[in-house]
């Protein structure tokens, strides 16, 4: 196990692959194996290109190839900070390959972001576009080089200005004896907005295992057509079952440059998607969108939506919108997911989060006191379970604090459980706005205020206030074609809900759009740092 890492015991992986778990397969062996199996078939849409399991697979030999002639060796740290595209997969698979580790890096991160995975990564090289979005990441990649002298080479797909062209690695094949499946074989990035990310060691074993369960949970086939909408580096669209799950399934997987509804809608209808995955506020953006599009998006059979909380009112609409299923996910990169199955009752799927995926997942749902909770009681989530991390990459300390003596991660979450087993997320631990003594969850008020028909969306931060320490400020998106709501009639809409007053919101601002995270969340961090920035009476 790389250095860094917190590695599971002997007999442990032992355990897991004598039941059947961890199948001893490395990522780069999969699409190996696929290849043999499927070599002439569409493995892979890029915009324009298309590429066959064969070529996909060939691809990745030249890319490990080309790396390890410029110097890149087994266990070496890898940014890739590619856009959706082939690129990206093919870059990957070619690292896997090889034994080095790529690192998912975002592409809205900037120098600050990308210093600091170079630092907690200890990179010697990094993959960049040459511009993607009006942005020339050659240009941050000079600022990182600069104050990063172990950062060794950067390659560029595109014209490569200073650096070198990703094309250069592209030429002939060499073999690789495969890595041990048990070792890491990429780390994600956590999703948190407070703090810049950790990385989180992901093993070949445990990360095929994530896929091929939730493929098989979604009866993924040679028929998957799977629309990777959300950006690549996130987990929920690389393995849930996501690029990794449709390529182990033998479907083919079609990449979106954004999550747009024109783009979008119009790859549902000319490669006849089957399923994608998003999160909320790109649901919203469809649901709007479907009201004026004429695309035939009768191919879809199911929509995940997952990462943050879908409310109600808002999970109601898409089945009907889009004639297909809804599948609701909680998921985390950390480890565990939760799925509705497809054969749940409506009630499960609008309003929960569904079961664990495996039956080896172990949670608990425990008080501030450590202490379990009955069902049907909120506390935060606890989960230990076969692919579910024991360790972020170097950080002892936090490692100390996030997990227990006997290995179950504190995820932070805040949930309950349902008589039949289902979970339904509640917030935040850290989602909680501490207002004159009394505990607010932002995330139960946001549901009550998206319930009001003039509302589309809310965010509900803690804002400054001299005399309760906190106050409640709620962000409103307005519903197309309605009245701004101020906040007497919200107000009252929540009282009539049956809110305690002490949870209605102090100030409310209406906003066109919401900042989101890199992962597509919104950023609840800009919006309360705007309102502290400005002056009491303004606020």
Same mark, same amino acid.
């Given at each position: ?94 690292? +896997?390959?090889?034994? &080095? ?18 630092? $907690? ?6 993959? *960049?576009?040459?511009? +993607? ?66 990385? *989180? ?34 987990? +929920? ?6 690029? *990794? ?69 808002? &999970? ?24 509705? %199955? ?28 450590? %202490?379990?909770?009955?069902? #049907? ?47 339904? $997320? ?10 004159? #003594? ?8 946001? &549901?009550?205020?998206? &319930? ?88």
């Amino acid at each position: 196990m790389l250095e860094g890492c917190v590695p599971r015991a002997d007999d442990e992986i032992g355990r897991l692959r004598k039941a059947g778990y961890w199948a001893g397969v490395t990522l780069g062996g999969l699409l190996r194996e696929r290849s043999r199996a499927h070599g002439p078939r569409t493995a892979l849409v890029d915009y324009d290109r298309r590429f066959s399991y064969a070529e996909l697979d060939a691809w990745a030999d030249r890319l490990a190839t080309g790396f390890a002639r410029r110097g890149i060796s087994v266990g070496d740290r890898v940014l890739v900070q590619l856009p959706n595209g082939a690129e990206f997969v093919a870059v990957c698979f070619g690292l +896997f390959r090889l034994g &080095a580790l790529p690192v998912f890096t975002l592409p809205a991160y900037r120098a600050d972001e990308v210093r600091h995975l170079c630092d $907690i990564a200890q990179a010697v090289a990094y993959v *960049i576009p040459a511009v +993607f979005g009006g942005y020339d990441y050659r240009r941050l990649a000079r600022q990182v080089v600069d104050s990063r002298p172990a950062l060794k080479e950067v390659f560029v797909a595109g014209d490569p200005g200073d650096f070198t062209a990703l094309s250069e690695l592209d030429k002939e094949s060499a073999e690789f004896a495969d890595p041990d499946p048990s070792d890491v074989a990429f780390f994600l990035l956590s999703g948190g907005t407070t703090a810049l990310p950790k990385l *989180i060691p992901r093993t070949h074993d445990d990360y095929f295992y994530q896929a091929r369960i939730t493929a098989e949970i979604d009866e993924l086939g040679v028929d998957t057509v799977y629309l990777a909408v959300l950006p690549v580096e996130f987990n +929920f669209t690389w393995g849930c079952p996501g690029i *990794i799950g449709t390529l182990h399934a033998g479907g083919t997987v079609v990449l979106a440059a954004s999550p747009s509804p024109d783009e979008c809608f119009a790859l549902i209808e000319r490669e006849r998607v089957t399923m994608t995955s998003v999160v909320p506020t790109v649901m919203h953006l469809w649901l709007e969108g479907r009201h004026w599009s004429e695309h035939d998006l009768s191919s879809l059979r199911v929509v995940q939506v997952g990462s943050a909380k879908l409310h109600r009112e808002v &999970a109601e609409e898409i089945e009907p919108a889009f004639g297909c299923r809804l599948q609701q996910v909680f998921g985390m990169a950390e480890g565990l997911l939760t799925f509705t %199955r497809y054969d749940d009752p409506h009630e499960t799927v609008v309003a929960t989060q569904g079961r664990p995926v495996s039956p080896a997942d172990e949670v608990r749902v425990v008080d501030s006191d450590g %202490r379990d909770v009955a069902v #049907g009681e909120i506390g935060e989530l606890l989960v230990r379970g076969p692919y579910t991390l024991r360790g972020y990459f170097r950080a002892p300390e936090h490692n100390a604090v996030a997990f227990t003596e006997n290995g179950f991660y504190h995820s932070g979450d805040l949930v309950r459980f349902t008589e039949d087993g289902n979970m339904v $997320i509640e917030g935040r631990l850290k989602d909680v706005i501490i207002r004159g #003594g009394d505990k607010v969850s932002a995330t139960e008020v946001e &549901a009550h205020l998206t &319930a009001h028909p003039d509302v589309e969306q809310a965010a509900v931060v803690p804002v400054p206030d001299a005399l309760l320490g906190e106050g409640t400020c709620a962000y409103v998106i307005v519903a197309p074609g309605r009245p701004a709501p101020g906040l007497p009639v919200l107000k009252e809409w929540l009282r009539g809900r049956g809110l305690a007053e002490f949870k209605l919101p102090d100030r409310v601002k209406v906003v066109r759009e919401f900042p989101l995270t890199g992962l597509g969340k919104v950023d609840k961090k800009v919006l309360a740092r705007r309102l502290a920035q400005q002056p009491a009476e303004a606020r």
